[in-house]
Protein backbone atom coordinates (compact mmCIF):
# COMPACT_ATOMS: atom_id res chain seq x y z
CA UNK A 1 0.00 0.00 0.00
CA UNK A 2 1.28 3.58 -0.95
CA UNK A 3 1.62 6.15 1.84
CA UNK A 4 0.99 9.50 2.03
CA UNK A 5 3.15 11.64 -0.90
CA UNK A 6 4.13 14.96 -0.91
CA UNK A 7 5.33 17.37 -3.62
CA UNK A 8 7.72 18.98 -3.98
CA UNK A 9 10.28 17.46 -1.45
CA UNK A 10 11.98 20.80 -1.64
CA UNK A 11 11.81 24.29 -2.48
CA UNK A 12 13.64 27.51 -2.50
CA UNK A 13 11.91 30.85 -3.16
CA UNK A 14 12.63 34.44 -2.28
CA UNK A 15 10.20 36.09 0.22
CA UNK A 16 7.13 37.62 -0.94
CA UNK A 17 6.48 34.99 -3.93
CA UNK A 18 3.82 32.81 -3.75
CA UNK A 19 4.26 28.86 -3.29
CA UNK A 20 2.11 25.86 -3.29
CA UNK A 21 2.74 22.01 -1.41
CA UNK A 22 0.87 18.88 -2.58
CA UNK A 23 -0.26 15.97 -0.58
CA UNK A 24 -1.91 12.69 -1.63
CA UNK A 25 -3.50 11.27 1.30
CA UNK A 26 -3.48 7.03 1.95
CA UNK A 27 -6.65 5.58 0.17
CA UNK A 28 -9.43 5.65 1.52
CA UNK A 29 -8.40 7.88 4.46
CA UNK A 30 -10.91 10.52 4.99
CA UNK A 31 -9.17 12.43 7.24
CA UNK A 32 -5.77 14.54 6.17
CA UNK A 33 -4.06 17.19 8.16
CA UNK A 34 -1.04 19.96 7.60
CA UNK A 35 1.55 20.40 10.06
CA UNK A 36 4.31 22.82 10.38
CA UNK A 37 7.72 21.04 12.29
CA UNK A 38 10.34 24.04 12.63
CA UNK A 39 13.91 23.15 13.02
CA UNK A 40 14.27 21.10 16.56
CA UNK A 41 10.26 21.17 17.40
CA UNK A 42 7.44 18.89 16.83
CA UNK A 43 4.68 19.30 14.32
CA UNK A 44 2.26 21.82 15.01
CA UNK A 45 -0.99 21.44 13.51
CA UNK A 46 -2.50 24.15 10.43
CA UNK A 47 -5.31 22.40 9.40
CA UNK A 48 -7.33 19.31 9.73
CA UNK A 49 -10.26 18.25 6.77
CA UNK A 50 -12.66 15.70 7.56
CA UNK A 51 -13.23 14.50 3.70
CA UNK A 52 -13.31 17.74 1.89
CA UNK A 53 -15.25 19.79 5.02
CA UNK A 54 -12.03 21.94 7.26
CA UNK A 55 -13.04 20.97 10.40
CA UNK A 56 -10.02 22.77 12.43
CA UNK A 57 -8.21 25.94 11.03
CA UNK A 58 -7.67 27.32 14.16
CA UNK A 59 -3.91 27.44 13.68
CA UNK A 60 -3.71 28.67 10.16
CA UNK A 61 -2.94 32.27 9.44
CA UNK A 62 -5.54 32.90 6.91
CA UNK A 63 -3.76 36.80 6.04
CA UNK A 64 -1.54 34.30 3.93
CA UNK A 65 -2.12 30.85 4.16
CA UNK A 66 -4.83 29.08 2.13
CA UNK A 67 -5.57 25.19 1.64
CA UNK A 68 -8.47 22.92 -0.10
CA UNK A 69 -9.15 19.29 -0.38
CA UNK A 70 -11.23 19.27 -3.69
CA UNK A 71 -13.67 15.53 -3.97
CA UNK A 72 -12.11 14.75 -0.66
CA UNK A 73 -8.74 13.32 -1.68
CA UNK A 74 -6.13 15.69 -2.44
CA UNK A 75 -4.91 18.40 -1.03
CA UNK A 76 -2.92 21.67 -1.66
CA UNK A 77 -1.33 24.57 0.87
CA UNK A 78 -0.45 27.68 -0.23
CA UNK A 79 1.17 30.36 1.31
CA UNK A 80 0.95 34.13 -0.81
CA UNK A 81 3.42 36.07 -0.03
CA UNK A 82 5.83 33.76 1.63
CA UNK A 83 7.65 35.49 4.66
CA UNK A 84 11.21 34.19 5.77
CA UNK A 85 10.03 32.83 9.00
CA UNK A 86 7.74 30.47 6.65
CA UNK A 87 10.97 28.44 6.43
CA UNK A 88 10.20 24.99 7.74
CA UNK A 89 9.36 21.72 6.90
CA UNK A 90 5.40 21.11 5.70
CA UNK A 91 4.10 17.49 6.54
CA UNK A 92 0.89 16.33 5.59
CA UNK A 93 -0.59 13.37 7.49
CA UNK A 94 -3.60 10.95 7.12
CA UNK A 95 -5.75 9.01 8.59
CA UNK A 96 -8.61 6.30 8.59
CA UNK A 97 -9.50 6.49 12.11
CA UNK A 98 -9.10 9.67 13.20
CA UNK A 99 -6.59 8.32 15.63
CA UNK A 100 -4.06 6.97 13.97
CA UNK A 101 -1.76 9.44 11.94
CA UNK A 102 0.33 8.32 8.66
CA UNK A 103 2.80 10.89 7.87
CA UNK A 104 4.83 11.98 4.80
CA UNK A 105 7.85 13.32 3.76
CA UNK A 106 7.14 16.58 3.83
CA UNK A 107 8.41 19.53 2.42
CA UNK A 108 11.48 21.01 3.03
CA UNK A 109 10.68 25.57 1.90
CA UNK A 110 13.42 27.71 2.53
CA UNK A 111 12.42 31.25 1.96
CA UNK A 112 15.64 33.47 1.64
CA UNK B 1 -4.24 23.87 25.75
CA UNK B 2 -2.82 20.63 26.12
CA UNK B 3 1.07 20.91 26.33
CA UNK B 4 3.74 17.79 26.74
CA UNK B 5 7.01 18.51 28.54
CA UNK B 6 9.37 15.79 26.99
CA UNK B 7 12.95 15.00 28.39
CA UNK B 8 15.52 14.21 27.82
CA UNK B 9 16.39 16.30 24.39
CA UNK B 10 19.16 14.13 23.84
CA UNK B 11 19.92 10.63 24.53
CA UNK B 12 23.34 8.90 23.87
CA UNK B 13 23.87 5.24 24.50
CA UNK B 14 25.86 2.50 23.85
CA UNK B 15 24.51 -0.42 21.39
CA UNK B 16 22.41 -2.87 23.88
CA UNK B 17 21.59 -0.47 26.41
CA UNK B 18 18.19 0.34 27.00
CA UNK B 19 16.76 3.88 26.33
CA UNK B 20 13.91 5.56 28.27
CA UNK B 21 12.50 8.38 27.13
CA UNK B 22 9.70 10.29 29.37
CA UNK B 23 6.49 12.70 28.68
CA UNK B 24 4.39 14.73 31.05
CA UNK B 25 1.11 16.34 30.33
CA UNK B 26 -1.43 19.28 31.51
CA UNK B 27 -4.70 18.00 30.10
CA UNK B 28 -6.38 15.17 32.50
CA UNK B 29 -8.94 14.50 29.10
CA UNK B 30 -6.57 13.09 26.82
CA UNK B 31 -6.87 9.27 26.46
CA UNK B 32 -4.52 8.84 23.21
CA UNK B 33 -0.81 8.67 23.50
CA UNK B 34 1.59 8.06 20.37
CA UNK B 35 4.83 7.20 19.51
CA UNK B 36 7.29 8.77 16.72
CA UNK B 37 10.09 8.08 15.40
CA UNK B 38 11.57 10.59 12.76
CA UNK B 39 14.44 9.76 10.73
CA UNK B 40 16.90 12.56 9.02
CA UNK B 41 14.62 13.97 6.23
CA UNK B 42 11.38 11.97 6.52
CA UNK B 43 8.32 12.11 8.46
CA UNK B 44 7.73 11.24 11.55
CA UNK B 45 6.54 7.26 11.46
CA UNK B 46 4.17 6.09 14.29
CA UNK B 47 5.99 2.70 16.39
CA UNK B 48 3.52 2.68 19.80
CA UNK B 49 0.94 4.24 20.96
CA UNK B 50 -1.35 3.77 23.99
CA UNK B 51 -5.15 4.90 25.31
CA UNK B 52 -5.97 5.71 28.46
CA UNK B 53 -7.77 2.73 29.09
CA UNK B 54 -4.32 0.56 29.46
CA UNK B 55 -1.17 0.98 31.87
CA UNK B 56 1.09 -0.94 29.53
CA UNK B 57 1.87 -1.68 26.05
CA UNK B 58 4.39 -3.79 24.65
CA UNK B 59 6.03 -4.61 20.71
CA UNK B 60 9.27 -6.59 20.66
CA UNK B 61 11.82 -4.26 22.05
CA UNK B 62 9.83 -1.16 22.81
CA UNK B 63 7.06 -0.67 25.34
CA UNK B 64 5.21 2.12 26.84
CA UNK B 65 4.13 2.82 29.85
CA UNK B 66 1.46 5.07 31.35
CA UNK B 67 0.64 6.58 34.49
CA UNK B 68 -2.83 8.97 34.25
CA UNK B 69 -2.66 9.82 38.03
CA UNK B 70 0.60 11.36 37.56
CA UNK B 71 0.02 12.58 33.84
CA UNK B 72 3.23 10.95 32.44
CA UNK B 73 4.08 8.36 29.86
CA UNK B 74 7.79 6.77 28.62
CA UNK B 75 9.16 5.18 25.83
CA UNK B 76 11.40 2.21 26.70
CA UNK B 77 13.81 0.73 24.24
CA UNK B 78 15.86 -2.38 25.26
CA UNK B 79 18.62 -4.07 23.20
CA UNK B 80 19.40 -1.04 21.18
CA UNK B 81 20.52 -0.90 18.07
CA UNK B 82 22.20 1.41 15.88
CA UNK B 83 19.25 1.70 13.47
CA UNK B 84 17.17 2.77 16.57
CA UNK B 85 19.25 6.36 16.19
CA UNK B 86 16.53 8.95 15.50
CA UNK B 87 14.65 11.91 16.67
CA UNK B 88 11.65 10.25 18.91
CA UNK B 89 8.50 12.19 19.39
CA UNK B 90 5.63 11.95 22.40
CA UNK B 91 2.39 13.13 21.77
CA UNK B 92 -0.95 13.47 23.87
CA UNK B 93 -4.44 14.05 22.44
CA UNK B 94 -8.39 14.66 23.44
CA UNK B 95 -11.41 13.16 21.62
CA UNK B 96 -11.01 14.89 18.97
CA UNK B 97 -8.13 13.11 18.09
CA UNK B 98 -5.32 16.16 17.68
CA UNK B 99 -2.44 15.47 18.82
CA UNK B 100 -0.04 17.70 20.78
CA UNK B 101 3.63 16.77 20.09
CA UNK B 102 6.68 17.21 22.62
CA UNK B 103 9.94 18.84 21.23
CA UNK B 104 11.29 15.22 20.07
CA UNK B 105 14.31 13.99 21.82
CA UNK B 106 17.31 12.88 19.81
CA UNK B 107 18.68 9.25 20.35
CA UNK B 108 21.79 8.41 19.27
CA UNK B 109 23.26 4.59 19.73
CA UNK B 110 26.89 4.15 19.57
CA UNK B 111 28.34 0.97 18.04
Known amino acids: EAGVVQSPRYKIIEKKQPVAFWCNPISGHNTLYWYLQNLGQGPELLIR????????DSQLPKDRFSAERLKGVDSTLKIQPAELGDSAVYLCASSGDRSTQYFGPGTRLTVL | GENVEQHPSTLSVQEGDSAVIKCTYS??????FPWYKQELGKGPQLIID?????GEKKDQRIAVTLNKTAKHFSLHITETQPEDSAVYFCAASRRSYIPTFGRGTSLIVHP
Open chain 2, 27 to 32: DSASNY
Open chain 1, 49 to 56: YENEEAVD
Open chain 2, 50 to 54: IRSNV
